[in-house]
């Protein structure tokens, strides 16, 4: 059973940076996606950023590109999310999540979050002066 555990959220004031971390396990070979989602109150979630770990693809949103970057360690078993110049419209509650068996390109994947069938518990990032 695949789980994540995510962490790393906090305030942190305009500008700041600050890495978010999923622990991730039960994958049963690397024909999986994993990624990052965040929510703000009263809106849909949103893709962050993703990995496809079959063949090392990536994907980002446009409103974060140049400014985030995804990475894997462990053979992906720690997933991260380093975000850089942080502003108040990054607040919300960030989802490490997963999908199996995905024969989609990661940024067709990052725009449908709710084909991602694992997620973590969710971390909150506040950014605000």
């Known amino acids: 059973q695949v789980q994540l555990v995510d962490s790393g959220g906090g305030l942190v004031q305009p500008g700041d940076s600050l890495r978010l971390s999923c622990e991730a396990s039960?994958?049963?070979?690397?024909?999986?996606?994993i990624g990052w989602f965040r929510q703000a109150p009263g809106k849909e979630p949103e893709g962050v950023s993703c990995?496809?770990?079959?063949?090392?693809?990536?994907a980002y949103a446009d409103s974060v590109k140049g400014r985030f970057t995804i990475s894997t360690q462990n053979a992906g078993n720690t997933l991260y999310l380093q975000m850089n110049n942080l502003t108040p419209e990054d607040t919300a509650v960030y989802y490490c999540?997963?999908?199996?068996?995905?024969?989609?390109?990661?940024?067709?994947?990052?725009?449908?979050?709710?084909?991602?069938?694992?997620w973590g518990q969710g971390t909150q990032v506040t950014v605000s002066s």
């Open positions: 039960g994958f049963s070979s690397d024909d999986y996606a």
């Open positions: 990995v496809k770990m079959s063949d090392g693809s990536t």
């Open positions: 999540a997963a999908s199996l068996k995905r024969p989609v390109a990661a940024y067709i994947l990052l725009k449908i979050p709710r084909i991602w069938e694992y």
